[in-house]
């Protein structure tokens, strides 16, 4: 069991989170073969409570996913059930909750393919908050936050990266990072992370009438 716990920054607490990442088979319309959720509440989490599940879809992962991307063969999921049957599971945890993931949109877009019920209370994308709070790098992928703000993953460094449990346990690290030490309140975490559909236009004053 790892003794991994991170605290919740300040202006964090009090709102439900979950953390995600999901991977796919590769497939022109994608299906998941990974999820893992960090559900974030209280005062500090620990990579203990991330719930994962491999998913054997209905279509094959593609090779080159396998080879390039997360490393999940069709033989590593072979034996493990189909989404139907964990999508009540995952269900779950996720309803209720802000949504957390880096690039955002693909968890989203297959959240809400795959759990057409669900609709998220908020969602939040660290790639977006990254790029407002730190301007100017070269690259905004995970892997080069982690380096570039020194990102302590060894507590699932045996995953790897690009496999879900990893990624959100490296996002949810990322969004403490970009959090902590700034003045952001979580109305402000909102209006420079949250998908565009989740921001409220501000209030233009003054005007001809």
Known sequence: MSTAYTEIPAALR?????????????????????????????????????????????????????????GISNDDVADCPVWGTV????????????????????????????????????????????????????????ASLIEHAQLDTSALADQGHHRAGFDAWAAWQLLCRLVQGTELDWDAIVQAGALPEFVTPPKLEGGLW
Not at 16 to 32: K, T, Y
Not at 116 to 141: F, H, I, N, Q
């Open 14 to 70: 009090g709102h439900d989170i979950a953390v995600v990442d999901v991977e796919g088979n590769g497939q022109s319309s994608p299906e998941i073969i990974e999820i893992a959720i960090l559900p974030v509440a209280g005062t500090a989490v620990s990579p203990d409570e991330i719930r994962s599940w491999l998913v054997r879809p209905q279509n094959p992962i593609t090779a080159i996913v396998t080879r390039k991307v997360h």
């Open 87 to 142: 999508a009540p599971q995952v269900g779950r945890v996720l309803f209720g909750r802000t949504l957390v993931a880096h690039n955002a949109n693909v968890e989203q877009r297959l959240l809400s393919t795959h759990l057409p019920e669900w609709k998220p209370l908020m969602v939040l994308d660290t790639m977006r908050l990254a790029k407002a709070l730190w301007p100017g790098l070269k690259s905004y992928a995970l």
